[in-house]
Protein backbone atom coordinates (compact mmCIF):
# COMPACT_ATOMS: atom_id res chain seq x y z
CA UNK A 1 0.00 0.00 0.00
CA UNK A 2 1.55 3.56 -1.13
CA UNK A 3 1.36 6.72 1.12
CA UNK A 4 -1.43 8.28 -0.79
CA UNK A 5 -3.57 5.37 -0.20
CA UNK A 6 -2.70 5.52 3.25
CA UNK A 7 -3.71 9.20 3.50
CA UNK A 8 -6.45 8.50 1.42
CA UNK A 9 -7.68 6.13 4.29
CA UNK A 10 -6.80 8.65 7.01
CA UNK A 11 -9.61 11.14 5.41
CA UNK A 12 -12.68 9.26 4.92
CA UNK A 13 -15.49 9.53 7.54
CA UNK A 14 -15.49 5.90 8.05
CA UNK A 15 -12.00 5.96 9.32
CA UNK A 16 -12.47 9.80 11.10
CA UNK A 17 -15.45 8.31 13.37
CA UNK A 18 -13.79 5.02 13.88
CA UNK A 19 -10.82 6.99 15.24
CA UNK A 20 -12.92 9.06 17.40
CA UNK A 21 -14.51 6.20 18.93
CA UNK A 22 -11.33 4.59 20.09
CA UNK A 23 -10.37 7.50 21.48
CA UNK A 24 -13.43 8.34 23.41
CA UNK A 25 -12.99 4.68 24.48
CA UNK A 26 -9.13 5.15 25.81
CA UNK A 27 -8.83 4.85 29.74
CA UNK A 28 -6.02 7.47 29.57
CA UNK A 29 -5.32 7.12 33.35
CA UNK A 30 -5.21 3.20 32.80
CA UNK A 31 -2.94 3.85 30.32
CA UNK A 32 -0.56 6.19 32.41
CA UNK A 33 -0.43 3.95 35.70
CA UNK A 34 0.81 0.90 33.18
CA UNK A 35 3.33 3.50 32.14
CA UNK A 36 4.51 4.50 35.40
CA UNK A 37 4.45 1.02 36.47
CA UNK A 38 7.39 -0.01 33.78
CA UNK A 39 10.84 -0.74 35.58
CA UNK A 40 13.21 1.79 35.01
CA UNK A 41 16.22 0.58 32.82
CA UNK A 42 19.02 1.42 35.33
CA UNK A 43 21.00 -0.59 32.38
CA UNK A 44 20.47 2.78 29.71
CA UNK A 45 22.61 5.20 31.10
CA UNK A 46 25.22 2.87 30.90
CA UNK A 47 26.55 3.35 34.56
CA UNK A 48 28.66 0.31 34.71
CA UNK A 49 32.49 0.50 34.51
CA UNK A 50 33.35 -1.37 31.05
CA UNK A 51 36.93 -2.95 31.48
CA UNK A 52 37.61 -3.87 27.93
CA UNK A 53 38.33 -0.61 26.16
CA UNK A 54 38.32 -2.06 23.09
CA UNK A 55 34.25 -2.56 23.19
CA UNK A 56 34.07 1.70 25.44
CA UNK A 57 30.91 3.64 24.74
CA UNK A 58 30.51 7.22 24.19
CA UNK A 59 29.67 8.55 27.51
CA UNK A 60 26.23 11.00 26.55
CA UNK A 61 25.61 14.10 28.57
CA UNK A 62 22.97 12.60 30.80
CA UNK A 63 25.45 9.52 32.43
CA UNK A 64 28.32 12.55 32.77
CA UNK A 65 25.16 14.23 34.46
CA UNK A 66 23.78 11.36 36.48
CA UNK A 67 27.64 10.11 37.49
CA UNK A 68 28.48 13.30 38.79
CA UNK A 69 25.49 13.50 41.07
CA UNK A 70 25.71 10.33 41.97
CA UNK A 71 29.18 10.82 43.42
CA UNK A 72 28.54 14.02 45.19
CA UNK A 73 25.47 11.99 46.86
CA UNK A 74 27.90 9.22 47.56
CA UNK A 75 30.22 12.27 49.79
CA UNK A 76 27.60 13.36 51.76
CA UNK A 77 28.23 13.63 55.38
CA UNK A 78 26.70 16.32 58.25
CA UNK A 79 29.77 18.11 57.71
CA UNK A 80 29.34 18.94 54.18
CA UNK A 81 25.51 18.50 53.73
CA UNK A 82 24.98 21.64 53.83
CA UNK A 83 26.95 22.77 50.64
CA UNK A 84 26.73 19.72 48.83
CA UNK A 85 23.04 19.53 48.97
CA UNK A 86 22.18 22.57 46.65
CA UNK A 87 24.52 21.67 44.65
CA UNK A 88 22.58 18.30 44.02
CA UNK A 89 19.25 19.71 44.06
CA UNK A 90 20.61 21.88 41.77
CA UNK A 91 21.83 18.83 39.47
CA UNK A 92 18.79 17.23 39.51
CA UNK A 93 16.02 20.05 38.33
CA UNK A 94 18.03 20.70 35.83
CA UNK A 95 17.59 17.23 33.89
CA UNK A 96 13.84 16.43 35.04
CA UNK A 97 13.81 13.19 33.02
CA UNK A 98 16.09 11.18 35.30
CA UNK A 99 14.81 12.02 38.65
CA UNK A 100 13.28 8.68 38.63
CA UNK A 101 16.11 7.10 38.30
CA UNK A 102 18.16 9.16 40.56
CA UNK A 103 15.19 8.82 43.55
CA UNK A 104 15.36 5.08 42.80
CA UNK A 105 19.14 5.06 43.55
CA UNK A 106 18.80 7.18 46.89
CA UNK A 107 16.07 5.02 47.77
CA UNK A 108 18.82 1.63 47.48
CA UNK A 109 21.43 3.93 48.76
CA UNK A 110 19.48 4.67 51.89
CA UNK A 111 18.76 1.23 52.17
CA UNK A 112 22.32 -0.02 52.18
CA UNK A 113 23.71 3.32 54.34
CA UNK A 114 21.26 3.86 57.43
CA UNK A 115 23.45 6.24 58.74
CA UNK A 116 22.48 8.68 56.04
CA UNK A 117 19.15 8.52 55.83
CA UNK A 118 18.15 11.75 57.14
CA UNK A 119 20.59 13.47 54.75
CA UNK A 120 18.75 11.29 51.49
CA UNK A 121 15.70 12.01 52.98
CA UNK A 122 16.13 15.58 52.85
CA UNK A 123 17.70 15.66 49.40
CA UNK A 124 13.98 13.77 48.17
CA UNK A 125 12.38 16.56 49.84
CA UNK A 126 13.92 19.46 47.88
CA UNK A 127 13.48 18.10 44.60
CA UNK A 128 11.25 19.71 42.27
CA UNK A 129 8.80 17.54 40.07
CA UNK A 130 5.39 16.90 39.66
CA UNK A 131 5.46 13.36 39.64
CA UNK A 132 7.92 12.74 42.72
CA UNK A 133 5.07 11.50 44.95
CA UNK A 134 4.06 8.62 42.35
CA UNK A 135 7.62 7.94 41.68
CA UNK A 136 8.37 7.41 45.68
CA UNK A 137 5.05 5.41 45.82
CA UNK A 138 6.11 3.13 42.68
CA UNK A 139 9.33 2.93 44.31
CA UNK A 140 8.70 2.13 47.94
CA UNK A 141 6.20 -0.46 46.08
CA UNK A 142 8.99 -2.15 44.59
CA UNK A 143 11.32 -3.14 47.24
CA UNK A 144 8.39 -3.89 49.85
CA UNK A 145 7.90 -6.68 47.65
CA UNK A 146 11.50 -7.57 46.63
CA UNK A 147 12.32 -7.30 50.52
CA UNK A 148 9.08 -8.83 51.91
CA UNK A 149 7.86 -11.41 49.35
CA UNK A 150 11.12 -12.60 47.87
CA UNK A 151 11.82 -15.28 45.58
CA UNK A 152 12.94 -18.35 47.03
CA UNK A 153 11.90 -21.47 44.99
CA UNK A 154 13.86 -24.28 44.74
CA UNK A 155 16.64 -22.48 46.76
CA UNK A 156 18.56 -24.81 49.05
CA UNK A 157 18.73 -23.83 52.86
CA UNK A 158 22.23 -22.37 52.87
CA UNK A 159 20.91 -19.67 50.63
CA UNK A 160 17.46 -19.66 52.15
CA UNK A 161 19.47 -18.46 55.28
CA UNK A 162 21.61 -16.35 53.03
CA UNK A 163 18.52 -14.37 51.35
CA UNK A 164 16.89 -14.03 55.00
CA UNK A 165 20.53 -12.59 56.31
CA UNK A 166 20.75 -10.03 53.63
CA UNK A 167 17.09 -9.23 53.80
CA UNK A 168 17.03 -8.62 57.43
CA UNK A 169 19.90 -5.48 56.79
CA UNK A 170 18.17 -4.08 54.03
CA UNK A 171 14.38 -4.37 55.96
CA UNK A 172 15.91 -2.22 58.70
CA UNK A 173 17.44 0.46 56.13
CA UNK A 174 13.89 0.28 54.13
CA UNK A 175 11.57 1.18 57.68
CA UNK A 176 13.91 3.68 59.08
CA UNK A 177 14.01 5.36 55.52
CA UNK A 178 9.73 4.97 55.13
CA UNK A 179 9.78 6.01 58.91
CA UNK A 180 11.55 9.63 57.99
CA UNK A 181 9.99 9.92 54.96
CA UNK A 182 6.72 9.47 56.86
CA UNK A 183 8.07 12.47 59.25
CA UNK A 184 8.73 14.63 56.58
CA UNK A 185 5.09 14.67 54.70
CA UNK A 186 6.46 12.54 51.80
CA UNK A 187 4.50 9.35 52.32
CA UNK A 188 1.55 8.13 54.79
CA UNK A 189 0.27 4.90 56.13
CA UNK A 190 3.53 2.70 54.66
CA UNK A 191 5.48 2.96 57.82
CA UNK A 192 2.21 0.60 59.61
CA UNK A 193 1.98 -1.38 56.89
CA UNK A 194 6.29 -1.82 56.77
CA UNK A 195 6.23 -2.13 60.78
CA UNK A 196 3.26 -4.80 60.83
CA UNK A 197 4.55 -7.14 58.01
CA UNK A 198 7.76 -7.80 59.68
CA UNK A 199 6.46 -7.88 63.01
CA UNK A 200 4.32 -10.50 61.96
CA UNK A 201 7.59 -12.35 60.73
CA UNK A 202 10.39 -11.51 63.81
CA UNK A 203 9.65 -14.53 65.60
CA UNK A 204 10.51 -17.21 62.88
CA UNK A 205 13.99 -15.29 62.62
CA UNK A 206 17.41 -16.62 64.18
CA UNK A 207 18.47 -14.86 67.53
CA UNK A 208 20.91 -12.43 65.97
CA UNK A 209 18.29 -11.13 62.95
CA UNK A 210 15.28 -11.18 65.80
CA UNK A 211 17.85 -8.74 67.91
CA UNK A 212 18.31 -6.82 64.97
CA UNK A 213 14.68 -6.20 64.09
CA UNK A 214 14.24 -5.65 67.06
CA UNK A 215 17.01 -2.58 67.46
CA UNK A 216 15.40 -1.30 64.54
CA UNK A 217 11.91 -1.38 66.12
CA UNK A 218 12.92 0.75 68.89
CA UNK A 219 14.84 3.17 66.87
CA UNK A 220 11.36 3.39 64.51
CA UNK A 221 9.44 3.54 67.77
CA UNK A 222 11.43 6.58 68.95
CA UNK A 223 10.59 8.46 65.35
CA UNK A 224 6.77 7.07 64.45
CA UNK A 225 5.39 6.40 68.32
CA UNK A 226 6.62 9.48 70.21
CA UNK A 227 3.58 9.37 72.45
CA UNK A 228 4.05 5.23 73.01
CA UNK A 229 4.26 2.45 71.49
CA UNK A 230 0.72 0.77 70.00
CA UNK A 231 -0.79 -1.55 72.22
CA UNK A 232 -0.46 -4.57 69.82
CA UNK A 233 2.87 -4.05 69.37
CA UNK A 234 3.15 -4.19 73.13
CA UNK A 235 1.86 -7.59 73.44
CA UNK A 236 3.68 -8.78 71.10
CA UNK A 237 7.09 -7.71 72.64
CA UNK A 238 5.74 -9.32 75.92
CA UNK A 239 5.04 -12.38 74.28
CA UNK A 240 8.23 -12.98 72.63
CA UNK A 241 9.64 -11.92 76.24
CA UNK A 242 8.14 -14.55 77.72
CA UNK A 243 8.61 -17.39 75.53
CA UNK A 244 12.47 -16.62 73.83
CA UNK A 245 15.49 -18.41 75.22
CA UNK A 246 17.84 -15.28 74.54
CA UNK A 247 18.34 -13.29 77.23
CA UNK A 248 19.83 -10.60 75.19
CA UNK A 249 16.30 -10.38 73.28
CA UNK A 250 14.69 -10.41 76.45
CA UNK A 251 16.82 -7.16 77.61
CA UNK A 252 16.49 -5.46 74.60
CA UNK A 253 12.31 -6.01 74.49
CA UNK A 254 12.41 -4.37 78.20
CA UNK A 255 14.82 -1.51 76.85
CA UNK A 256 12.09 -1.38 74.32
CA UNK A 257 8.78 -0.95 76.34
CA UNK A 258 10.63 0.49 79.00
CA UNK A 259 10.69 -1.66 81.61
Request: hydrophobic share 30%; glycine share 2%; aromatic share 10%.
Amino acid sequence: MSIQEVQEIFETEDFKQKYNSYLSDLNSEELINFLDNIETNKKYYRMNIHKNKRYKKETTQDTSSIKQINCDINKLTDCNYHVLKPKIIEQVNSVDYIIPYLIENIVENSILHHIYIPLYVGIIKDIKCSQKDKIIQKACDSYFVKLFQPDIQGATPYERLCVDNKNTDNIIGFSLFIAHMEKEGMIQGFITKVITTFMSTIESKNNNNQHKLLVSFYNISKIHFPDGIPSEYQQQLRSMKQTTQSSKIRFKIMDILDE
